[in-house]
């Protein structure tokens, strides 16, 4: 693993010791802290260019009382005994104990394709470190931050890989700066505003629009929080993955995990019981790759809109009345339902609008009565935005291989500002670089590929997941890319599907964006700096 090791005085080293099981690799666990306080990292985390561990000595140190952690090594692995978990979970195979024990785990310097493969468990917390806030112009130990596959750069396209990465990133150093000048240049500060904020949205816009340009081996900070069985099953899904990085991370995960739980992860590699389910996984994912390829790999692909509804019940809002009737009512889903269909469309929507209410924010959300009706969709999107969108986890969400063999999306504003034959360039050093790794590195040549090149995927969600997916993903902070696939969904459910009842209790849509999309909140992080009164 190309890992660039941070150094610390001894001093820093003596107060990492009490908190960190390890000050010199890429995985690690947080311990001895209060979860709020490691909660509160995890958070700074995703907006800082810093590793975790310089964080906390930056930021964090100073606010504690470290006199009583003294005598503390967490580096050394577990002390206290665990019999009683031993016992039930061990002897008795009871994995409900397994969720009683959580653990702050941080991957550093890990691939966005990576980050993917980290982000998949639904019952798991994650912040990542965000391309929207981060400038990736800076270099670590001297070089920019992309993964360097070990087996790739003893290859002969080794060198080729690290000059065109090189060049992709030049050209988003470049691009990011001239962008920025151009948004400084046409976007005035609004009276009322600092500079210092209308510097932050400014550069935040440019970030934005040049984030494409970024290849998927750019290295991101991974904070994930899971139970003792959500890591358990993240570990054999990444044990049995293709992808050599996943393999490798997974190994170094289960060494740290085992220093802080050790008893939740004792089948992960006992070769009977995870190394038998990895098998499992990495078995029919291979057999089911292989067929499809055989029986469709050479068919040509169709064009298709970006978002395209693909699923959904054209009596849904009848069942939905039904289910939100069910737990207020005596008599069967059967019977609820056939009464339902009798009732008249005002006495339909006026249980409707009983059940939505009067939604303050976009945080007050309808009963599980929305959970009764889903949508399918298939997605066709750049990169950056497939990143923001499959973080969400309830919901079934599931991907192709990305490739540059969809084209990309070059945002307009930075054709304004005159890079766009700069952006065309990387994209086609991006296409070339993939194609010539993917003959000997069929998973690694998805480093080569950019974020503006789309990505197609599927995402099934029901109502209630909806509301809430649409609404946080359209607001005038979000990205424009994922902005414009979410208002695609609403409309789409409102028009093809027909369920208006539906989409009308989106009420917190924003379907047009501000000029700077980052200046709102950039105010309200100044304001709660700032000292009251």
Not at 515 to 524: A, G, I, N
Request: aromatic share 8%.
């Amino acid at each position: 693993m190309t890992y660039v090791a941070e150094e610390f005085t001894p001093a820093e080293a003596d107060v990492l010791r009490r908190y960190f099981t390890n000050l010199d690799r890429p995985v690690f666990a947080l311990v001895n802290l209060p979860e709020v306080v490691k909660g509160a990292l995890f958070a700074r985390y995703s907006r800082s260019p810093k590793s975790l561990r310089r964080l906390f000595l930056d930021e964090f140190v100073g606010e504690l009382d470290i006199d009583g952690d003294e005598s503390v090594d967490a580096t050394t692995g577990l002390t206290r005994a665990e019999e009683l978990y031993e016992r039930v979970f061990v002897e008795y195979g009871d994995d409900s104990v397994a969720q009683l024990g959580g653990v702050h785990l941080a991957c550093e310097q890990a691939s966005n394709v990576l980050t993917k493969v980290l982000e998949r468990g639904r019952l798991m917390s994650y912040l990542e470190q965000s391309t929207r806030y981060i400038a990736y112009d800076a270099r670590m130990g001297g070089r920019y931050r992309y993964h360097r596959d070990p087996a790739v750069l003893a290859s002969r396209h080794g060198t080729r890989y690290v000059g065109d990465m090189d060049r992709m990133f030049d050209a988003y150093s470049e691009a990011l700066e001239r962008v920025t000048e151009h948004v400084r240049r046409v976007v005035p500060r609004v009276e009322g505003v600092s500079d210092f904020v209308h510097r932050q949205a400014t550069r935040a816009k440019a970030l934005d629009a040049v984030r494409g340009m970024l290849p998927a081996a750019a290295t991101s900070n991974v904070g994930i929080y899971g139970s003792g069985q959500a890591f358990e099953a993240l570990l054999l899904r990444m044990r049995a993955h293709p992808l050599p990085e996943a393999r490798t991370y997974a190994e170094e995960m289960l060494v740290e995990l085992r220093k802080v739980i050790p008893s939740f992860l004792r089948r992960v590699d006992v070769p009977e019981r995870g190394g038998a389910w990895s098998a499992y996984l990495a078995d029919i994912h291979a057999q089911t790759e292989e067929l499809v390829d055989s029986l469709m790999g050479s068919t040509p692909v169709d064009a298709a809109p970006e978002v395209e509804l693909v699923d959904w019940d054209p009596d849904g809002e009848h069942r939905l009345v039904a289910a939100i009737c069910y737990p207020h009512a005596s008599m069967s889903e059967r019977q609820l339902m056939a009464i339902v269909d009798q009732m008249t469309p005002a006495q339909r929507s006026a249980i409707l609008a009983a059940a939505i209410g009067e939604r303050g924010n976009r945080r007050h959300k309808p009963g599980r009565g929305f959970e009764r009706i889903d949508y399918r969709f298939d997605v066709l999107s750049d990169y950056g935005a497939f990143r923001d969108l499959q973080r969400h986890r309830l919901l079934t969400i599931d991907w192709q291989r990305l490739t540059p063999h969809h084209g990309y999306v070059r945002p307009e504003l930075v054709d304004e500002a005159g890079v766009g034959s700069l952006f065309d360039e990387s994209m086609e050093r991006s296409a070339d670089l993939f194609d010539t790794l993917r003959p000997d590195f069929a998973e690694q040549a998805a480093y080569a590929v950019a974020m503006a090149h789309r990505i197609r995927y599927s995402m099934q969600f029901n109502a209630r997941e909806a509301i809430h997916l649409i609404e946080l993903r359209s607001s005038p902070q979000g990205h424009p890319s994922y902005r414009r696939v979410v208002l695609e969904m609403h409309r789409l459910i409102a028009e093809q599907a027909g369920h208006r009842a539906v989409a009308d209790a989106m009420v917190h849509l924003t379907t047009e964006a501000p000029e700077l999309e980052r200046l709102d909140s950039e105010r309200r992080a100044e304001a709660r700096r700032l000292p009251s009164g």
